[in-house]
């Protein structure tokens, strides 16, 4: 039993599909069959022992774990760079080792980590390549796992990371970190100093959070990491221009997206170089989310269409089927009542015919049982799907309201705005000041647009829109668009601006 499974959920659940499908479950050396009564309920306790048996083997290997590094010997694993691992004990490489200390005295010699990276890579020092990972080149996320690895001052960390389960998933667990972990004094010899280490370690506590800001307090670089370079595809972040007057004081800061153009993961080197200004790339993005169409009676449309492209009228048929098979089976076992009522008592072969029934009966009592969850499962799904388009629907109301109190947000609101509604925004990769920056939009949910441009079709005052004064003048309050317009994921366009192609939504199958 242990070997069909060591979860008592799990195993009732695996018996209970293949019995849907007619097969019992026969375990020969534990003396278990499924098909005789009391099968079941040995299977319910043999399970309950299994799984008792998994979570007492994963205790004590765990403690087993937890023993070896109190003891300061290393627990399994590749060995980290700087050591070799021989009959189970670290050894020190004296090559590698050499540059496990140059890295931290670089680091601590004011130098950041992708500085000592890129020092390294640039005086030809490579790494050694490992069966799962082929990369030579230092980087900056190697040089943080080197200071941050307590082995290099002769100590051994135990459970800095562990396994738990998500919240609201039964079998999907995720890797977290944990305040709660072992430090020992390992076996093993030191690389560096203990001293230089917790000067390396405090430097990180000190900078491991990013600067703190000091001047254009309230900016945000709006589309930091959801810019993509147009040379590698890498992520652009917010650049700062700052210069200083002869008096002492600062020119207006000036921002720019760019791209780190540093070593790439595999080695290849960015080669893009431009920096295009925030708000040029900030105000195309903007003004492509205003062109949208999602006036009031177009969000009921789009509500609609989300139905449409929704699975809702394939569920509902499934669901239909269901509820016709639970009829007939309630009326099989009121028809199988009926019969064992009329049964004659002084019939030879009574017990025989009542036998037969009651099994038959016990079946279809089963039948019945299995088709009510199904229904409980796809109406439930039912129910998703339809939330699905009212949530949309939400969204897409939300999305009006941030547009309209756009000049009135902050500018941690504006990046959060842009965070919700837009996956990726691309570059092109050779345009001048006058052209259009922005090659292609690529939105978190669908959103409608005209099937040509921009100017096709109508933007008029809404059957309810009322006159109000804004930034003196008087305008109506709610607008919506007439005319042809289409859903999609993504929209691009060319340098002049102009939109070259939508992509429309499918949703995949």
């Given at each position: 039993?242990?070997?069909?499974?060591?979860?008592t959920r799990?195993?009732?659940?695996?018996f209970?599909?293949?019995?849907?499908?007619?097969?019992d479950?026969?375990?020969?050396?534990d003396?278990?069959d499924?098909?005789?009564?009391?099968?079941?309920v040995?299977?319910?306790?043999?399970?309950?022992l299994?799984?008792?048996?998994?979570?007492?083997?994963?205790?004590?290997t765990?403690?087993?774990r937890?023993?070896?590094?109190?003891?300061?010997?290393?627990?399994g694993?590749?060995?980290?760079?700087?050591?070799?691992?021989?009959?189970?004990?670290?050894?020190?490489?004296?090559?590698?080792?050499?540059?496990?200390?140059?890295?931290?005295?670089?680091?601590?010699?004011d130098?950041?980590?992708?500085?000592?990276?890129?020092?390294?890579?640039?005086?030809?020092?490579?790494r050694?390549?490992?069966?799962?990972?082929?990369?030579?080149?230092?980087?900056?996320d190697?040089?943080?796992?080197?200071?941050?690895?307590?082995?290099?001052?002769?100590?051994?960390?135990?459970?800095?990371r562990?396994?738990?389960?998500?919240?609201?998933n039964?079998?999907?667990?995720e890797?977290?970190?944990?305040?709660?972990y072992?430090?020992?004094?390992?076996?093993?010899?030191?690389?560096?100093?203990?001293e230089?280490?917790?000067?390396?370690?405090?430097?990180r506590?000190?900078?491991?959070?990013?600067?703190?800001?000091?001047?254009?307090?309230?900016?945000?670089?709006?589309?930091?990491?959801i810019?993509?370079?147009?040379?590698?595809?890498?992520?652009?972040?917010?650049?700062?221009?700052?210069?200083?007057?002869?008096?002492?004081?600062?020119?207006?800061?000036?921002?720019?997206?760019v791209?780190?153009?540093?070593k790439?993961?595999?080695?290849?080197i960015?080669?893009?170089?431009?920096q295009?200004?925030?708000?040029?790339?900030?105000?195309?993005?903007?003004?492509?989310?205003?062109s949208?169409?999602?006036?009031d009676?177009?969000?009921?449309?789009?509500?609609?269409?989300?139905?449409?492209?929704?699975d809702?009228?394939?569920?509902?048929?499934?669901?239909?089927?269901?509820?016709?098979?639970?009829?007939?089976?309630?009326?099989?076992?009121?028809?199988?009542?009926?019969?064992?009522?009329?049964?004659?008592?002084?019939?030879?072969?009574?017990?025989?015919?009542?036998?037969?029934?009651?099994?038959?009966q016990?079946?279809k009592?089963?039948?019945?049982?299995?088709?009510k969850?199904?229904?409980?499962?796809v109406?439930?799904?039912?129910?998703?799907?339809?939330?699905?388009?009212?949530?949309?629907?939400?969204?897409?109301?939300?999305?009006?309201?941030?547009?309209?109190n756009?000049?009135?947000?902050?500018?941690?609101?504006?990046?959060?705005f842009?965070?919700?509604?837009?996956?990726r925004?691309e570059?092109?990769?050779?345009?001048?000041?006058?052209?259009?920056?922005?090659?292609?939009?690529?939105?978190?949910?669908?959103?409608?647009?005209?099937?040509?441009?921009?100017?096709?079709?109508?933007?008029?005052?809404?059957?309810?829109?009322?006159?109000?004064?804004?930034?003196?003048?008087?305008?109506?309050?709610?607008w919506?668009?007439?005319?042809?317009?289409?859903?999609?994921?993504?929209?691009?366009?060319?340098?002049?601006?102009?939109?070259?192609?939508?992509?429309?939504?499918?949703?995949?199958?």
């Amino acid at each position: 039993m242990s070997r069909f499974g060591r979860n008592t959920r799990d195993i009732l659940d695996t018996f209970e599909l293949i019995q849907d499908y007619g097969v019992d479950l026969i375990c020969v050396e534990d003396g278990i069959d499924s098909s005789k009564g009391i099968g079941k309920v040995i299977i319910t306790i043999l399970g309950a022992l299994a799984e008792l048996e998994r979570d007492n083997i994963a205790v004590q290997t765990m403690e087993g774990r937890k023993e070896k590094a109190r003891q300061g010997r290393w627990n399994g694993g590749q060995a980290p760079y700087g050591y070799n691992l021989v009959n189970g004990e670290l050894e020190i490489v004296e090559e590698e080792a050499k540059i496990v200390k140059m890295i931290y005295e670089l680091y601590l010699d004011d130098n950041g980590m992708m500085r000592v990276a890129n020092h390294l890579n640039d005086r030809g020092y490579r790494r050694k390549k490992y069966k799962n990972n082929s990369l030579e080149l230092f980087t900056a996320d190697f040089v943080k796992r080197v200071l941050d690895n307590e082995v290099y001052m002769g100590k051994i960390a135990y459970g800095k990371r562990k396994t738990q389960k998500k919240k609201g998933n039964r079998n999907q667990y995720e890797m977290v970190k944990s305040d709660d972990y072992i430090v020992s004094e390992g076996v093993h010899e030191a690389i560096v100093s203990e001293e230089l280490w917790n000067k390396a370690h405090e430097k990180r506590k000190r900078t491991g959070v990013g600067n703190i800001k000091t001047h254009s307090l309230e900016h945000e670089h709006k589309l930091s990491g959801i810019l993509k370079c147009p040379s590698c595809g890498g992520n652009m972040y917010g650049n700062v221009n700052r210069k200083r007057k002869k008096d002492g004081t600062y020119y207006k800061d000036s921002f720019f997206y760019v791209c780190k153009h540093q070593k790439l993961a595999d080695g290849r080197i960015c080669t893009f170089r431009r920096q295009p200004p925030q708000d040029k790339i900030d105000l195309e993005v903007y003004l492509a989310l205003r062109s949208a169409d999602i006036g009031d009676l177009i969000i009921e449309e789009l509500k609609a269409k989300m139905l449409e492209m929704s699975d809702k009228e394939k569920i509902e048929k499934e669901l239909e089927g269901l509820e016709k098979t639970k009829r007939i089976l309630k009326a099989q076992i009121q028809n199988i009542s009926t019969r064992l009522d009329e049964l004659d008592v002084d019939d030879i072969a009574y017990q025989m015919k009542y036998d037969d029934l009651v099994f038959d009966q016990d079946k279809k009592y089963t039948d019945l049982a299995r088709v009510k969850q199904e229904i409980r499962e796809v109406d439930r799904r039912l129910r998703q799907e339809i939330i699905i388009s009212n949530s949309a629907a939400d969204e897409y109301r939300a999305l009006s309201e941030y547009l309209w109190n756009w000049r009135s947000m902050s500018e941690l609101e504006q990046k959060k705005f842009f965070r919700r509604y837009i996956e990726r925004v691309e570059l092109f990769e050779d345009f001048d000041r006058k052209e259009r920056a922005v090659k292609k939009i690529v939105f978190k949910f669908p959103l409608s647009f005209a099937t040509s441009d921009y100017t096709k079709g109508d933007l008029v005052p809404h059957k309810n829109a009322k006159l109000i004064e804004k930034h003196g003048e008087m305008i109506y309050d709610r607008w919506e668009y007439v005319g042809d317009s289409v859903m999609a994921n993504e929209i691009r366009w060319d340098k002049e601006g102009h939109v070259e192609a939508v992509t429309l939504l499918v949703k995949a199958r």
